[in-house]
């Protein structure tokens, strides 16, 4: 059984563990994106597998999903599909918090999203006879990462959140995966919020529906891999190669080193804690990811709005 | 007598309308650094200039004062010592905001300031005992504008002030000028907050004492001059030529056209409203003020630190 | 008769100056954009304007054309069938040539149109059996400025230009207009090249067809009005409205002062030679206007492309 | 013996062949700093070593030797050192090249240098009178990538290198690592130019003396390592491992699965060739190290400049 998993994805820590009681998936397939849902249906269950309570969905498109305009316009409409499902029903306001540091490549994905999230609320609050009516007041928050502000992010947001009080809150978050085929190819949407220690800042403390008071949903995509995830499963790759192929002399060779001591040695190679594995082209990726999911949330958060109107807002 | 005078420099303001009960000046040269006081004192002196009452320190120094190192130095030390004056006894922690646009070079000079405060708040709660003693808790904060965010910038503030309860807010921002000289060379420090309609931004709300609940500062460096302005003040100036050296052709003249007319002309000639006069290095300029006012803060929140010491930190 | 407008628009100094022996201009409407054709035919001609012999094609749209989408297609469209007139019959390898500082926003639009242009050369000479065969060979080069690089430009893009031998360079560049009005309105395209002095960023040497040994287009949008030149024309206007309303004073209004003086005073007000006029939205418009420039030019270099096939490339 | 080995750093390289005939190493430490050498003295050795033959100069400080100013000062300051053992005498103009993409961080490296190299070279030709004359003649230049210019760099650089004949020619470029301990921590210096396929953006052809008719420095830091590199050299350690620890079952082991089979394992877990670990941190670390190759720069090419000086240029 393999522990200590470190991805931020339910899909991969559900796969990692097996069937477990608690624990429903779904899938099918949508038009080249796989549809993925993990259902976390108890505590014992979400404590097992780090994840808290809730659904999440992944969209799992082929490889380089987002290099291609028409192709990341399709995961666009799918997200939004899926995002609709988790909407409450007359949110009201639309909250959009984009988490991490905008000058960290790798975790700016949040907010590179907002920039180009549609904005209303002030245009529905100051002129609404001028607003389009399948418009929604929608507004959008970067609240910076602790190391750079000295605040707290949840406290920043529970603080916004209390004053204009939104009907959803939906956090868009830079991932870490397990796999590194999963960069840049997958898209998680969950009705859980962020908990503590999760996506790339590592949050200290929760931003989920009981800390805002409403409903909040969680969307990222994985940028990076832990160098030191990568090494243990290159591990455990082999281990299970050796089995397979290795016969009777496996046992020899377990005897003969002890499994924590490989693993210390794999961790070490891979550099510190802090290292992480990035496509090299993680500036384009960054950017074409968060032109996805500001996409998917333009769609599902008005009203019958195409792609072109989208692209050509304020209009 | 002038009116309309757009600007948010209160030796501007206090300068076009003369003396004025209620309103007191003082001024003193500091190393070729000329240090001047606007005290408002009465409600009706605020009105007449429209400038909250309070203190407004302006440091003037000469020609491109920012563009050479060791002046913006000289600079941040003066402006050190009038923040001081300022600041409350055992302040706790200090909540520093970078009003503006950060994507708007001439608005962006609050976010690039705050790009270059020394944040301590986080490292003093989470690791006090590792932390320099001479270090002060300041958290820094920038809420972004209206037509970015759709949220109201001092309802944000006043969401994170309720949530952390500093015991100072110094909010930095681009202003406007007067005179096309002031841009880049002068600094204005005030204990009066920012009132709704001042800065580039134009704030709708007040972020004062009164909004946010504890002493309140304000900082600025003057990056454009309203087009109009410009084109009124030339109106002026030859109107005060001619009346000197014209003698009495000036009735004619005066006659001839209302003065109304004229300025209409000249308002058409500047463009729009939102045309501004800026140096063609504004990105620099911006740059550069940024760097003198991160400076002066740091040095004067914090205790005995040397230049070196800042620019080393972290330490 | 008006002297020194300091224009980069052949349309303004021609209207300056009225009608003029050796220059030519056309017009017509094309569905909301009007095309203004300057045709300077003699040195004689090209000395008293100040611009070299050749053809200088104006679009001008309605107020704010950028900041609308399907504005924004409508002009770049209308642009490429402007470009193909200019553009010589087979020229083999495009070269378009970004010019000004990617770091001083109003100077930035060169540097950033080419972020926008399809760049294929590469592809078509390494891998060419995979390229769409509507696709040209088109390189993008932004040689930086001088202040930046302590190398002439002009030196630079030469050195360039002998090593690849394209058939046709394009020059992108930030442009001084005369008239606040014409900022974000207004693109010009002409088959002069550059000329020393134009340009923000003040060219010391030509970038034509003499010095380049290829047919030399020039491409641009005024960002700017130069401060002085916007108190010279209100002052313009002031004349000539007395000269209307004031009958008999205006003889003595001018004899009390000197033009000379007076627009000394301008100037003054208006502030140092440096002082720009321009948009508080500068950043926006530079951006826009960019991506008017770059989708012009990939519907004109390549072969019956579609807007949404550029939107998608590479493909 | 280790073959395949990716690395920019000869010091890796030489340590990974052992005692090479024809490859000389010296090692010495400096205040903190140590200094190591190879140097590459034939054509054989060049061949298996997989670099060209010269000097190469690596400087290795501490962990995160960059995150501090101090340490910042004192590397560059020895980097100065060894650049002025490898100028040539009387260089006239040197040339700053900063190869690398820009917009892509791990690769931004040089040209984010380049903003930090004193440039001189026009101050010196057209206000020769005003210069300080510990000043030499700096250019700098940042030819972008074939990718988004469609052009060899090597092309690019060598007609500049033409037009302005410079006496010395610096290229700065990001670089791969094999060990991740060394990201961050290390300097490489080498007096044979930029060769094809090293670098992050893998040069197709040579920058160095023969191909540019000067003499050429080659400048770098490494900013990744490449993900597979990382899972060979995890392999190769744990075979180490077993080797010292495990006796006799080694032989079993090593019979059970071929060395291949598990490479090829261990690099599908490390993900597709493009894959590359870097630290979190990227961002920073690419401008720290930035800053102190600006510094050595500026330090070893003009004469006698102190670090305060160099701050506050221009002056």
Redesign the interface.
């Known amino acids: 059984m393999q522990k200590n998993i470190r991805t931020d994805l339910a899909r991969e820590a559900s796969a990692a563990m097996g069937a477990l009681q608690g624990v429903e998936t779904f899938s099918r397939e949508d038009e080249g994106v796989e549809v993925y849902q993990v259902q976390v249906n108890t505590p014992a269950a979400a404590r097992t597998l780090g994840k808290a309570m809730g659904r999440y969905v992944t969209l799992d498109a082929t490889d380089e999903a987002f290099s ?3 192709r990341r316009e399709h995961l666009a409409k799918a997200l939004a599909q899926e995002i609709k499902k988790l909407l409450p029903e007359d949110f009201g306001t639309a909250l959009v918090v984009g988490l991490g540091n905008a ?5 700016a994905l949040g907010p590179k999203a907002l920039e180009m999230v549609m ?5 529905i609050e100051y002129m609404p006879e001028a607003v389009d009516e399948r418009l929604r ?6 609240p ?1 990462v ?7 992010t949840a ?2 947001v ?7 009080k939104p009907g959803v809150v939906i956090c868009i978050d830079a991932l870490a995966a397990r796999s ?2 999963r ?1 840049g190819n997958t898209l998680q949407l969950s009705d859980t919020g962020i908990q503590p220690g999760s996506g ?1 800042g590592n949050m200290r403390s929760a931003l989920n529906a009981k800390a805002l008071g409403c409903p909040v949903l969680a969307l990222g995509v994985p940028t ?2 832990y ?1 030191s995830t ?2 243990q ?3 455990q ?2 281990l299970d ?2 089995k397979e ?3 009777g ?2 046992g ?2 377990t ?3 002890s499994r924590d ?2 693993l210390a ?2 961790r ?5 804690g ?11 990726l960054v950017a074409q990811a968060a032109s996805v999911l500001a996409l998917g949330l333009n769609l599902a958060l008005h009203k019958n709005l195409s792609v072109e109107e989208i ?2 807002f304020p ?1």
Chains 1, 2, 3, 4 share one sequence.
């Open positions: 291609d305009m028409d000058r960290a490549t790798p975790d904005v209303t609320r002030h245009l007041p929608v507004a959008a928050y970067a910076g602790l190391g750079v502000t000295g605040l707290e406290e920043v529970r603080g916004v959140v209390k004053r204009i590194a085929a960069v790339l990076v891999v160098a990568i090494a499963d290159a591990f790759q082999m190669a050796l192929e290795g016969g002399e496996f020899a060779f005897r003969a080193v001591d490989l040695l794999l070490q190679a891979a550099g510190a802090d290292m992480v594995v990035t496509p090299k082209n993680i500036d384009e692209r050509a209009f």
